[in-house]
């Protein structure tokens, strides 16, 4: 429906119809910059707590860098966030 409409309202309105278009996209990158989650420089096990919280490693087995299973640990969440 909305695209039927879009080609009367740009015979009507002409150049300004743009203008509605351009404030749609400005109302969605404050959206997108007020709920974007920033993960750069953050390690994977800190990124998977903030989209999954302790969940994330309730069933999991902590691997070292040589591949060896670690003795239990404990991962502590900060309640901070």
Do not use: R
């Given at each position: 429906?909305?695209?039927?409409a879009?080609?009367?309202?740009?015979?009507?309105?002409?150049?300004?119809?743009?203008?509605?278009?351009?404030?749609y996209?400005?109302?969605?990158l404050?959206?997108?910059?007020?709920?974007?989650?920033?993960?750069?420089?953050?390690?994977?096990?800190?990124?998977?707590l903030?989209?999954?919280?302790?969940?994330?490693?309730?069933?999991s087995?902590?691997?070292?860098?040589?591949?060896?299973?670690?003795e239990?640990?404990?991962?502590?969440?900060?309640?901070?966030?």
């Amino acid at each position: 429906m909305s695209s039927f409409a879009l080609s009367y309202a740009m015979a009507d309105l002409g150049w300004k119809f743009y203008l509605i278009n351009a404030s749609y996209n400005i109302v969605f990158l404050v959206i997108i910059y007020c709920t974007w989650v920033e993960t750069k420089g953050i390690p994977l096990e800190e990124i998977a707590l903030k989209f999954e919280g302790a969940a994330a490693f309730a069933d999991s087995s902590v691997i070292d860098a040589q591949g060896e299973l670690m003795e239990e640990t404990c991962m502590t969440v900060d309640k901070k966030a």
